[in-house]
């Protein structure tokens, strides 16, 4: 069946440092890919999206890599910051739906 | 910068009881969203509303659930009797035409049934 999935449930990285999350994917018929942040207490926020006719996507200090042959997303976060502390979802949309299948989630924590 | 709004922030309710939650999609968009997020879960899919008509629903999305554009701003989601599984936090979302695939989310509905 579908299913979208996190291999690191916690990160934790030093401030300054880049962050790595992962995600698998297991359904081919997904064609477009977003990364949410969510704070405590708030709802998911878009971060950045990628297509599947795409394999690199740069954002302001994110960047969304897109591996189909392993179906694996990465979202790579360039020098760390306290405010990056959140869960990182991935959600994945099924070409000709428009609804989303999250991911389990990692924790984030940035250590000062 | 324009966001959804949703109302109440929280809600305790009994078991049984009717509920409507709230949202205010951005003003704009076209295409609405409702979201669940049972606690430790994942974000699951709920149903999407376009031109006042269900898009798509999930299988979660049953005979007790309903949406509704009750003007041109309001966005809600009734669960007519509640059940105690049906605790979670509630994420209303929007997009517009020209990008529909990127949805934004409001703050959530924390629904506690009793």
């Known amino acids: 069946g579908e299913s979208v999935g996190l291999h690191l449930p916690t990160l934790s990285v030093q401030e300054g440092d880049n962050s790595i999350i992962n995600c698998a994917y297991s359904?081919?018929?997904?064609?477009?890919f977003i990364w949410y942040k969510q704070e405590s207490g708030k709802g998911p926020q878009f971060i950045i999206d990628?297509?599947?006719?795409?394999d690199k996507r740069q954002g302001q200090r994110v960047t969304v890599l897109l591996n189909k042959t392993v179906k694996h997303l990465s979202l790579q976060i360039a020098a760390t910051q306290p405010g990056d502390s959140a869960v990182y979802f991935c959600?994945?949309?099924?070409?000709?739906?428009?609804?989303?299948?999250f991911g389990t989630g990692t924790r984030l924590k940035v250590l000062a | 910068e324009p966001e959804v709004t949703q109302t109440p922030s929280h809600q305790v309710t009994q078991m049984g009881q009717e509920v409507i939650l709230r949202c205010v999609p951005i003003?704009?968009?076209?295409?609405f969203y409702w979201y669940r997020q049972i606690l430790g879960q994942k974000v699951e899919f709920l149903v999407s509303?376009?031109?006042?008509?269900?898009?798509?629903k999930s299988e979660i999305f049953d005979d007790q659930f309903s949406v509704e554009r009750p003007d041109g701003s309001n966005f809600t989601l009734k669960i007519r009797s509640t059940k105690l599984e049906d605790s979670a936090m509630y994420f209303c979302?929007?997009?517009?035409?020209?990008?529909?695939?990127?949805?934004?989310f409001g703050p959530g509905t924390r629904l506690l049934v009793l």
């Open positions: 979302a929007s997009s517009d035409g020209l990008l529909r695939e990127t949805q934004y």
């Open positions: 359904n081919s018929a997904s064609d477009y």
């Open positions: 990628i297509r599947s006719n795409m």
């Open positions: 959600a994945e949309r099924t070409s000709g739906t428009y609804k989303y299948i």
């Open positions: 003003s704009n968009h076209l295409y």
């Open positions: 509303f376009y031109n006042n008509e269900i898009s798509e």
